[in-house]
């Protein structure tokens, strides 16, 4: 494997991600499938930061609930930390704002790298996914309609 790239597999295959991205194959995958406009999720930070807020609010939940292991769910309000506090990482939503699926490459983009952002401070490299998994601990007790629809609303909320 080349240090510019890493492997990541999903139901598909596995496919090569730059080494140095913090989105995964599933982001990947929507950036060929869904190239409608020239407009990315990254152009519009409002929408990053509520999907980010959303994935903490799960994380804390799924804290007190004793869903996912607490070093788990402390990873992943801090990895929430970085972006929102200080916009880490608001460049690798490279998903096109028109993309299909309801939402589903928006919500793997932001779970791809929260868990990237995670493992990193896990000690972990990205893609480590057996430590900080994307769809079994960011995404845990949500579907992409729990997670895109209030970021909807909170997004087009008069201020």
Known sequence: MSNNIRIE?????????????????HT?????NFYISNSK???????????????????LANKELKTIPRKIADTIILACDEVLD?????????????????????NMNTNEVLANIGLELMGHQKGEYQYLNPNDHLNKSQSTNDATRPVSALRFTPR
């Open 86 to 106: 200080n916009g880490k990482c608001m460049d690798q939503f490279p998903v096109d704002v028109f993309q299909g699926g309801a939402g589903t490459s928006l």
């Open 9 to 25: 597999e999903d139901l598909l295959g596995t496919r090569e991600v730059p080494a140095d991205a913090y989105y995964g194959v």
């Open 28 to 32: 990947l995958r929507a950036i060929e």
């Open 41 to 59: 999720i990254s152009d519009v930070p409002e929408f990053v930061r509520g999907m980010v807020m959303v994935k903490k609010a799960a994380a």
